[in-house]
T-cell receptor
Framework: GAVVSQHPSRVICKSGTSVKIECRSL??????MFWYRQFPKQSLMLMAT?????????EQGVEKDKFLINHASLTLSTLTVTSAHPEDSSFYIC??????????????FGDGTRLSIL | AQTVTQSQPEMSVQEAETVTLSCTYD???????LFWYKQPPSRQMILVIR??????QNATENRFSVNFQKAAKSFSLKISDSQLGDTAMYFC????????????FGPGTRLSVLP
């Protein structure tokens, strides 16, 4: 169990386009989901924490209006990169915590989305 | 704020040999959780092993074991009988007791297992 599906896996689009990435927990309910960004050969940087039914909590330096997060249900969170530019090109990974998870439970990761803005 | 350091950007090991990846962290918390994640070329994040700070016994998972030194704030990963499939980036991660916030990753160590 604990499968997280992230879609799409790869996106190539023109500058100025808005791109939506979906993160779904397939076999469990997730009250909390996380969105990370990973540049080549670097670690994962937490962008925001997404809580079902409430506003996302963004990390310092992450533009809320640029990276829109919606967590409308217990199994789905979306990240929309608005008016994307080449500097937004990166690998985006989501993860999810099972509802009611104890503190020692790990986050379950999606397979990531490689976003390339031309 | 918590920080996680991995001082070895790259390492290599011969197949079937043992390798140890280092991780140190800084926190003022007394209870917390530590994880090692593996990220192969496919970019999928795979949990390797986890350790609860209140447990003195080092965690083990088959060929993977940790050396957790709480006083030294050290959490190294030992991979025994290395296999080609172990080639990946390895990230050490810290999670505070109020889990769900501030899940901090180290910069990673790129491990290459050589045939």
């Amino acid at each position: 169990g604990a499968v997280v599906s992230q879609h799409p896996s790869r996106v190539i689009c023109k500058s100025g386009t808005s791109v939506k990435i979906e993160c779904r927990s397939l076999d469990f309910q997730a009250t909390t989901m996380f969105w990370y960004r990973q540049f080549p050969k670097q670690s994962l940087m937490l962008m925001a924490t997404s809580n079902e039914g409430s506003k996302a909590t963004y990390e310092q330096g992450v533009e809320k209006d640029k990276f829109l997060i919606n967590h409308a249900s217990l199994t789905l969170s979306t990240l929309t990169v608005t008016s994307a530019h080449p500097e937004d090109s990166s690998f985006y990974i989501c993860s999810a915590l099972k509802e009611g998870a104890l503190s020692n439970q790990p986050q379950h990761f999606g397979d990531g989305t490689r976003l390339s803005i031309l | 704020a918590q920080t996680v350091t991995q001082s070895q950007p790259e390492m290599s090991v011969q197949e079937a040999e043992t390798v140890t990846l280092s991780c140190t962290y800084d926190t003022s918390e007394n209870n917390y959780y530590l994880f090692w994640y593996k990220q192969p070329p496919s970019r999928q994040m795979i949990l390797v092993i986890r350790q609860e700070a209140y447990k003195q016994q080092n965690a083990t998972e088959n060929r993977f074991s940790v050396n957790f030194q709480k006083a030294a704030k050290s959490f190294s990963l030992k991979i025994s009988d290395s296999q080609l499939g172990d080639t990946a980036m390895y990230f050490c991660a810290f999670a505070p007791d109020n889990y769900g916030q501030n899940f901090v990753f180290g910069p990673g160590t790129r491990l290459s297992v050589l045939p």
